[in-house]
């Protein structure tokens, strides 16, 4: 079965220093990976998504992600965080072929000055 | 702006009660999917519909049902409500059913609280 684990429950972090956010996937065939990001009280925003190609994906915001297929990863970056970036992240897969996201538990992200 | 509109923001029933909860999709959004997210958790797929007809189910029971309108607008019901139904449900609309339909657009979520 397709599950999205997130390692971190909590990552506190310097505003200005860099952070990662790390996610694994286990799907035995092709999916496609998302970040998207929750503010409080509020939906999900799309960060970043791989479908296919080139593996180091940007998005929005300044974050950046890496796709590593042997490892089945795409940990989340951003080289300088900002007191803005505290919220929640969460991970999510796609299937090809199918049709529901894949959410892992989220990780708090909470920026300190 | 994701286009995805839900509707009401927060709601409070009784256990027992029944819930009718709305959403407008993402204008040539075609299908939608509705989300369960508990506290503390990340989202959990309910179920989806495609071109009005539901196409893909989570592990809910039957009690969770909905409907998708022609104009692709989308309801989610919930019947004999329960204290463990009180979570934030997020509704996301999709272009489609292929690659161009991979990105999910969220709604800002209804809020039910059950007492």
């Known amino acids: 079965a397709q599950s999205v684990t997130q390692l971190d429950s909590q990552v506190p972090v310097f505003e200005e220093a860099p952070v990662e956010l790390r996610c694994n996937y286990s799907s035995s065939v092709s999916v496609y990976l998302f970040w998207y990001v929750q503010y409080p009280n509020q939906g999900l925003q799309l960060l970043l998504k791989?479908?296919?190609?080139?593996?180091l994906v940007k998005g929005i915001n300044g974050f950046e992600a890496e796709f590593n297929k042997s490892q089945t990863s795409f940990h989340l970056r951003k080289p300088s965080v900002h007191i803005s970036d505290t919220a929640e992240y969460f991970c999510a897969a796609l299937t090809s072929g199918t049709y529901k996201y894949i959410f892992g538990t989220g990780t708090r992200l909470k920026v300190l000055a | 702006e994701t286009g995805v509109t839900q509707s009401p923001t927060h709601l409070i029933k009784t256990r027992g009660q029944q819930v009718t909860l709305r959403c407008s999709s993402q204008s040539g959004h075609n299908t939608v999917s509705w989300y369960q997210q508990a506290l503390g958790q990340g989202p959990q797929f309910i179920f989806q519909?495609?071109?009005?007809?539901?196409?893909g189910r989570g592990n809910f029971p039957p009690r969770f049902s909905g409907l998708q309108f022609p104009n692709y607008s989308s309801e989610l019901n919930v019947n004999a409500l329960e204290l463990d139904d009180s979570a934030l449900y997020l509704c996301?609309?999709?272009?489609?059913?292929?690659?161009?339909?991979?990105?999910?657009?969220f709604g800002q979520g209804t809020r039910l609280t059950v007492v």
């Open positions: 519909y495609y071109r009005e007809e539901e196409n």
């Open positions: 791989y479908l296919s190609g080139s593996t």
């Open positions: 996301a609309s999709r272009a489609g059913q292929g690659r161009a339909g991979t990105e999910a657009f």
